[in-house]
């Protein structure tokens, strides 16, 4: 079923979501400073191009104080607007029936968007 729904998400907007993402992690990859969190958008790509059947799980060592350093600068510049996108998202996908399952891979898109460091892809 999660092979399905992938190719129904590829198609229906997850190939924009996964080049967004994989384009903003390069060019951030260009900066010395910007590599961790380059990294990290390269991670919300994979889970952008096939989110159905991935978990998003927290890591055993998070990195601590760094972990919450990263994730309020993300946070500041530019995570809180990815995340209401894929809220907005949700909602709209939520209004049918058929797209409650892609508003609920809107919702771990938003959630790992919103803080990635200290958490990982299962």
Do not use: D, R
């Not at 390069?26 to 978990?55: H, M, N, R, W």
């Not at 600068?73 to 939520?94: D, M, P, R």
């Amino acid at each position: 079923m999660s092979i399905i729904g992938n190719i129904i998400w590829i198609i229906f907007g997850g190939i924009f979501i996964f080049l967004e993402y994989i384009i903003a992690g390069v060019l951030l990859c260009c900066t010395i400073v910007g590599i961790p969190f380059g990294l990290k958008a390269i991670q919300l790509s994979v889970l952008g191009l096939a989110p159905f059947g991935q978990k998003v799980v927290p890591n055993e060592s998070a990195g601590g104080c760094l972990s919450i350093f990263l994730n309020i600068f993300w946070l500041i510049f530019g995570g809180f607007w990815i995340a209401v996108t894929h809220l907005l998202f949700a909602i709209l996908f939520a209004i049918t029936i058929i797209g409650i399952p892609f508003a609920a891979q809107h919702i771990k898109l938003a959630g790992f968007a919103l803080t990635p460091f200290g958490k990982s892809l299962n």
